[in-house]
């Protein structure tokens, strides 16, 4: 059978606020310069009411991954949850414009919160402070997931960060279970170190039983299997999940699929924004791997991707990750 999509993603739905901010800004606010800081609503309403001139675009890592390679070319789709607020209608308007379908409605109710913001204060320095509400993404549930798209999809892409409650918990397996009852593949992007410490058994479970590709950073992968040795854990991930891939900032990206291993190395630049560099990989090498190129190309594609994104701000692509990839003879 043909499915509808070649990507699906699942992740936080974040409307990434930018503004730009001088150092007495970040000090009147009480604003921790340069690092990504979680506030609560009333927090978040007073910071957003501080912004002068904002400019908004949908984001969330996966929702990044997926525009990337929806940018390539690829039938794509993004469940995550919003309010019915301004930011809401924002994000799923967004999408929509972006050719990404967005089949999760904004969701009333006084009970919801408001929609997930990251709201990033920029220095004349280029310097990026990021006050994170999680909001009403971060509780996406099973409830939430639309098993017509899951299941619909040939290749389905989750979020760590969801993985952090129990409801989130609850979804992926929902996801993971329609997708592979439709004939698809799942995989999860590891996120972050401190999420995979919180929840270590429960991530080797998930890509032991329910996942078929798994993408993680050095960190990631050390932290899920408490070792200093990164060999050690990719060989232990490797014996329980079909495809892993190690991003490794400037070090070669390794990517082990049964006895197949490649490395492909990275070129080294200084970054302007390193945002979104993960995101942008995954975007490229799932383009890869859903185009049946080899593991090699796959991770060159993701590779390329990443290194257009680094070289300005913002965490998705400026130029056409096509034109990056026909540069380096990848298509």
């Given at each position: ?22 150092d007495s800004f970040l000090d009147n606010m009480g604003i921790q310069k340069g690092i990504m800081q979680l506030v609560e609503r009333e927090r978040a309403e007073i910071l957003y009411g501080a912004m002068t001139d904002r ?74 402070s990021m006050n994170t509400y999680l909001g009403a993404g971060a509780d996406f549930d099973e409830g939430d997931v639309d098993a017509s798209v899951a299941g619909n999809t040939r290749y389905l892409f989750l979020e760590g ?111 302007v924004d390193a945002t979104g560099a993960g995101d942008q990989f995954a975007a490229g090498f799932l383009y890869g791997v859903a185009t049946g190129q080899t593991l090699e190309t796959a991770g060159k594609m993701g590779v ?28």
């Amino acid at each position: 059978m043909t499915q509808t999509y070649d990507l699906v993603g699942i992740g936080n739905a974040v409307v990434d606020v930018i503004s730009h901010a001088d150092d007495s800004f970040l000090d009147n606010m009480g604003i921790q310069k340069g690092i990504m800081q979680l506030v609560e609503r009333e927090r978040a309403e007073i910071l957003y009411g501080a912004m002068t001139d904002r400019v908004q675009a949908p984001g969330g890592s996966v929702g990044n991954s997926v525009y990337g390679a929806g940018s390539l070319g690829l039938k794509t789709a993004f469940l995550g949850k919003v309010k019915d607020d301004a930011l809401g209608i924002f994000y799923q308007n967004g999408m929509a414009a972006d050719g990404i379908d967005f089949p999760n409605p904004p969701v009333s109710g006084a009970g919801i919160a408001p929609t997930t913001r990251s709201m990033i204060f920029v220095s004349p320095d280029g310097e990026r402070s990021m006050n994170t509400y999680l909001g009403a993404g971060a509780d996406f549930d099973e409830g939430d997931v639309d098993a017509s798209v899951a299941g619909n999809t040939r290749y389905l892409f989750l979020e760590g960060y969801l993985y952090d409650k129990d409801e989130g918990k609850r979804a992926f397996t929902a996801a993971a279970q329609a997708c592979h009852d439709g004939g698809g593949q799942a995989g999860v992007t590891l996120s972050d170190p401190f999420c995979v410490d919180r929840h270590r058994d429960d991530f080797r479970r998930l890509i032991a039983e329910e996942m078929d590709f798994t993408l993680g950073n050095e960190e990631e992968w050390l932290a899920l299997f408490q070792t200093e040795d990164l060999q050690d854990a990719l060989s232990q991930a490797a014996a329980v999940c079909d495809l892993i891939v190690c991003t490794r900032s400037g070090n070669p990206v390794i990517l082990i699929q049964g006895d197949t291993r490649v490395e492909v190395p990275v070129v080294r630049v200084t970054p302007v924004d390193a945002t979104g560099a993960g995101d942008q990989f995954a975007a490229g090498f799932l383009y890869g791997v859903a185009t049946g190129q080899t593991l090699e190309t796959a991770g060159k594609m993701g590779v390329a991707a990443a290194a257009e994104v680094i070289a300005h701000v913002g965490p998705r692509p400026k130029r056409p990750l096509r034109d990056v990839f026909a540069e380096q003879g990848l298509i």
